[in-house]
């Protein structure tokens, strides 16, 4: 069962990134490592409204140690997803790249239907 599962549009960006912190801390991950956590997601929450559709949906998952926070649009998921540091001379494009550097690991699947981007921080 999702310790926080929540719909979310451009709208509720900012409510959503105060509730997934406080649940975040709740379970353990404080300081740098929670900011580090949360930040990455909301990365993944702002790529989903930019370019997946507008809107899109958060679950967060304890399973032992290991938190799990998947983001999930239903994006045209055309074109790449590059995991990588794009040119400095380049604005925006870091989304993913910083959330794969801010976690323990971060998955981009790639469906007919959209894209699913999930990160995970260990207690």
Do not use: K
């Not at 998952?61 to 045209?76: A, K, Y």
């Amino acid at each position: 069962m999702p310790l926080l599962s929540q719909d979310f549009t451009e709208a509720t960006v900012s409510t959503l990134r105060h509730a997934l912190h406080a649940q975040v801390t709740a379970e353990g991950l404080t300081g740098d490592a929670g900011y580090d956590f949360v930040l990455a997601v909301h990365e993944l929450v702002t790529n989903a409204v930019r370019h997946g559709g507008g809107h899109g949906r958060l679950e967060l998952r304890r399973q032992n140690d290991v938190l799990t926070c998947e983001v999930i649009d239903r994006g045209s998921a055309l074109g790449s997803l590059p995991v990588r540091l794009p040119a400095a001379d380049r604005a925006g494009g870091r989304g993913l790249w910083l959330a794969h550097q801010l976690t323990e690991g971060l998955i981009v699947t790639r469906r007919l239907n959209g894209v699913t981007a999930i990160v995970t921080a260990c207690l």
